[in-house]
Structures are given as C-alpha cells and as structure tokens.
C-alpha cells in the first residue's frame, strides 16, 4: 500500500516448466482477487502453447530487442523453430512479422519482398485468431509505411488500441504512427508513456525520441538516442540520428564524430556525405554520395534524396524522392515533417508531391487519430 508502505499480499509460485501458462493463469486470478481490483472484463487467460516453442518464443522476442543485422537474422530462426513446433501460435507469427517490418525500416531488405513477408505472417496470424491486437497493428504499419494508406493504417492501429489498449508494441505503432500524421505532441505523449512503463521497449524509445527531433526539441532526442545506445550499444541507426541533430544545432563536427561510430554501413553512408557537406569536405561527401548510389540505391532512395536536399540539389532531392516513391521506399511516409528536407518547403515541387501521396497538410488534418492512453 502506497500509503503507509505496508504488505498487502504476496505469494511464491514454483512450477516446472510445463505449467508455465497454468500458473500465469493463476498469478491473474490471485491478483484481481487480493487486491480487488476492478476489471471491464474476465481477467485475461494466457495462450498456451508448447512449453518449448514458448521458451524459444521469449529469446526470439529478445533477440528481435537487439535491433540489429545479426539479432534480426537469430530471431528469424528462433521464430521459424516456435512455427516448426506449434504453427499455430499466433504470437509467433506477429513476431516474425515486427521483424520482416524493421529489416525493411533500417534497409536491410528491400521494401517489396521484406512487406509482402510481413503482411503474410501478419495475415497467418488473424487467421488463427481473428482478435489478436498485436497482428492487427502490424497490418496497420505495414499500411502506413509500405502501401502508404494512412486512412487504413489509422483503422488498423485503432482497432489494435481497442482490443489492447496498453500492449506497449502496439503503443509504439501507435506513437510512430502519430508522427507520420504530424500529430508530435501526440507522439510524444504516447512515447513517454511506454518508455516509462516499458523502459527497455527499443522501439518506444526510438520513437520518443524521433518524436522530440522532429518537433525541433534536439537536445531531448540526443539524450533518448544517447540513452538507447547505452541500453543496446549495437543498435542500428541511433548515431546516425544523433548526427543528424547535431547538424541542425550547427555542430558538423560533433555530428561527424557521431556518424563515424554508425554500425550499418548504408546509414552512416548517409550522415557522412551530408556531415563532409556541412564542413565544406566537397570531396569526401561526394565519395560517400557516390558509395552510397552505387550500393544501395534500390533500398535507400529516399535517403540519398535527403543528402541532396541537404546539399541544397533540390533537382536531384526531387529526382530522388520519385524513385523512392516507385520503389515503396517506407521512409516516403516520413517526408511532410522530416527536419533535414526543410530546404524543399518553398520550392513549387513540394506540395503537389506530397499531395500526390497523401501527405499534403489539408489531407493529414482530415484523419482523425486520437489514442486514449489507459490510467
């Protein structure tokens, strides 16, 4: 009791392994009962499955956490041995699927394949389980990121909400969601909620933080960045972005000192050429540009876009952005508030691109998002 700091109840559970779901079932049940809380509905009963499929469910699910090259290929197959088990366990299929979608979110795989094998696991998974929220989400990102369809992305994530309102995977969908939609204060809300009851949620975490950097709050997104890759040093992307704020603050060379530690290759490709760029090394950045084109230009299209926007090439920005657009590049969707593009705002080109693809501020404000964040 928070009051006065006295024991309410407590009790010692020891199981073998094989009744794992047995007594999570009954750890719910003596809650709900000694501490009398109140529910809408019966107390949730755990999805049972194989003992030994659930316990490689749990390291495939942290491995995914790792969020880099090597953690996502481990959890594949540790997901792919759950599925060889028990294939119909949802949760796994859901699992496969958050991972297919971030090989793609970070370029790992190009965005066609990597989205049609996370819509088919998503889709195996509402199969067995028509009300499984997590799967739901995933349809809802995969709608937002990869077909573009914000209007379908939002229904998705909202029914999601509205079967698991505090599913923190979901949240993150959500918060990440709120972004594209130019809702920041929003996202930022839903990301200080998870990372506070989730605070290893990577992707909540991410997205908090993103949150902040697009809103021009830097020095907060650096130290959520910063945080994370203290948590997951390997992660992927993160110094990147600390970069990335840095040369909005005016500090190239800090941001240069932070791009260089980038683990992915064709992300710190990215922050180099637009670091070297911003310290007048014309030379190096047009080496990293150049190095970048010629390896990853069917996965990076919008990037590349962005190191010429920043480099004030709005020509070859705009040549870019349409082949990103062709190539269902995810990151697309990121365009209307990204802060390093803000060097296309005035040209004539901006608008109508972004109204071609459902982004145009008149066309945002039309979709109504409002998540209500459970007490």
Known sequence: RTSDSSHLWSQTYERPMTDVFKVQDEIAAAVVEQLKIKLLGAAPRAKTTDPRAYALFLQAREMHRQYNSSAFEQSIDLYRQVLAIDPTYAAAWVGLAAVYSDQVDIYLIPADEGSRLAREAAQRALALDPRHAPAHARLGWIATYYDRDLAEGTRQIEHALALEPANPDILAIAAGHARRLGRLDQ?????????????????????????????????????????????????????????????????????????????????????????????????????????????????????????????????????????????????????????????????????????????????????????????
């Open 187 to 375: 996202a930022i809300v839903i990301g200080e909620y998870l990372t506070v009851r989730d605070p290893l949620n990577l992707q909540g975490r991410y997205e908090l933080a993103t949150a902040h950097y697009y809103a021009g709050r830097l020095d907060e997104a650096i130290a959520i960045y910063r945080d994370d890759l203290r948590l997951f040093p390997d992660g992927i992307g993160e110094h990147e972005m600390i970069g990335e704020a840095l040369l909005k603050k005016g500090d190239a060379k800090g941001a240069l000192a932070e791009i260089e530690q980038e683990p992915d290759e064709g992300i710190r490709l990215v922050g180099l050429a637009m670091a070297y760029h911003a310290l007048g090394r014309q030379a190096e950045s047009e080496a990293a540009l150049g190095s970048l084109i010629k390896k990853y230009e069917k996965t990076m299209a919008w990037s590349i876009a962005l190191v010429f926007a920043f480099r004030d090439d709005a020509d070859r920005a705009f040549e870019w952005l349409g082949k990103a657009a062709k190539l269902r590049d995810p990151t697309v969707g990121s365009t209307a508030a990204y802060p390093l593009l803000s060097n296309l705002h005035s040209d004539a080109r901006w608008l109508p691109f972004l109204r071609k693809h459902g982004m145009a501020p008149e066309q945002l404000a039309a979709i109504k998002f409002d998540v209500k964040l459970p007490n």
